[in-house]
């Protein structure tokens, strides 16, 4: 293996091409690959709770949590509803 003196190899280009498209198609996110962590990660670049963050071990997994992330903060969180009183017998 003959690397440029200093340079460093570039992991998992698959993830990280997938994660520069998610990228470009989510522009109000930043998305990164974690080669540590083996996951994809998200960071909203919109008005959202400080810390709100997401991360899933697939791009469908994780846009589907940047939407769920998306709503929250567009429409505020579901109403909370009591659920019924458990039946005797």
Do not use: K
Request: charged fraction near 15%; charge should be positive; glycine fraction near 6%.
């Amino acid at each position: 293996m003959n690397h440029d003196a200093g340079a460093t190899p570039c992991y998992d280009v698959a993830q990280r091409r997938i994660a520069a498209h998610l990228n470009r198609a989510h522009p109000n996110w930043h998305v990164l690959w974690g080669v540590h962590s083996r996951r994809f990660w998200a960071f909203p670049l919109f008005s959202a709770p400080p810390g709100t963050l997401v991360s899933a071990g697939t791009p469908d997994d994780l846009v589907a949590q940047m939407r769920q992330v998306e709503m929250i903060a567009q429409y505020g969180p579901p109403p909370y509803r009591q659920p019924p009183p458990a039946r005797p017998g």
